[in-house]
């Protein structure tokens, strides 16, 4: 009778303690940050005996390398793994269409789509056509592997790649892409419950997700603030703004605000370039560019280096990248940052080039040459033809003046007398280039 009731008794418990969803929402470029997150969710859900984990994406694409860091912890996951793309609006084009074909299950929001994966240069433009059918080539086998190892129609799924084809959610669901439609996660949730999924290894798992608590990952301050600047327009144009703050500092030395901001500029573009593809050549034309625009602002060349470091630096801008990334049109530099980046960063180093070279060309005003022409302020009284204290350049001076002059009045230094003695006037006087202060 005990037992009977102690049965009873537990079943409610038992049927309540539905193991936990880990989810995890991709809402944004896939880059090396987005692949962390979901790779460390994963583990989490190992780790913790979770039933199930939930990738929700909303993607225009993004990094290869990338890709494939979040597929392969997908396929190698002891927990089963459902992708997600919703809302309403959302999108897994590119990398999020590997992505979702191979979970163990997915599904699609009404008013989502997914496909459109061949792969394009990393500056958005058309590749050369051997290493287009190359690259292609090495991405329509990667999907295919996946597709045969989900039971997907093959030649249907491979159409992403081959033809840049794309389905809605109602489409997707008719082709066998995906298994289901749902308007949310939980709605998603609800009607995966009770479904048998077929891991890779063959074993068969039915999912438990009516009552599950949901845990969902979240982004870490550090995380959300490289996901930002990993975005290639942005840590490239930081990166032109910390070469002209730099520019400016060593131009006029001592100005210290340029050199700090464009220190800072160039250490934030630094972390999101360390999260992207860059390329040795784009790298190297950029500081080409750079260089012969320096040289050209202090050495004028009659415009020859001139030239020649802006279409440098523009080339530079546009192969920055590498191309080995799948279709992602936020990650390809555009010619509206492009064009204008080039025209300010050589702008503002031929007008600071002209500065440097003029003061440079300038004669030296220093020591007792520089003192006249100086406007100072009167210590003491000092009477005509008499003698007194000035205060000028932050030093006391001993001073004569031709007329009467009172105590604080500001006076001009219009000759220096031996034994350091300076002779002032009237601060309305002309100074020795025949200007006057207001």
Known sequence: MVGVCLAVCAAPSASAAAPDVHQVDVVDIIHSVSAGQVVATISAAEEAGAGLVLIRLDTPGGLDTAMREIIEAILNSEVPVAVFV????SRAASAGYLITLAADISGMAPGTNMGAATPISGTGGEMPETLSRKVESDAAAYLRSIAERRGRDVALAEQGVTEARSWTASEALEAGLIDLMAGD????????HGRTVTRIDGSEVMLDTADAIVVLTEMSFRDRALSVIANPNLAVLLGMI???????EFSNPG????????GIALLLAAFGLNFLPVSLLGVLLLLAGIGLLTAEALTPSFGIMGLSGAVALTIGLLFFF???SLPTPALNLTWGLVIPSVLVFVGLVFFLGQLVVRAQKSPAVSGREGMIGLVATAYTDISPGGAGKVFVHGEFWDATSAGAVSEGERVRVLALLEGLTLQVGSAAAPGPDGARDE
């Not at 910390?242 to 400016?248: A, P």
């Not at 100005?255 to 464009?262: D, E, N, S």
């Open 242 to 248: 910390g070469l002209l703050g730099l520019y400016l």
């Open 185 to 192: 996660t939980e709605e998603f949730l609800a009607a995966i």
């Open 322 to 324: 590498e191309e080995q």
């Open 255 to 262: 100005l210290l605000i340029p050199g700090i901001l464009g």
């Open 86 to 89: 919703g809302p309403a609006g």
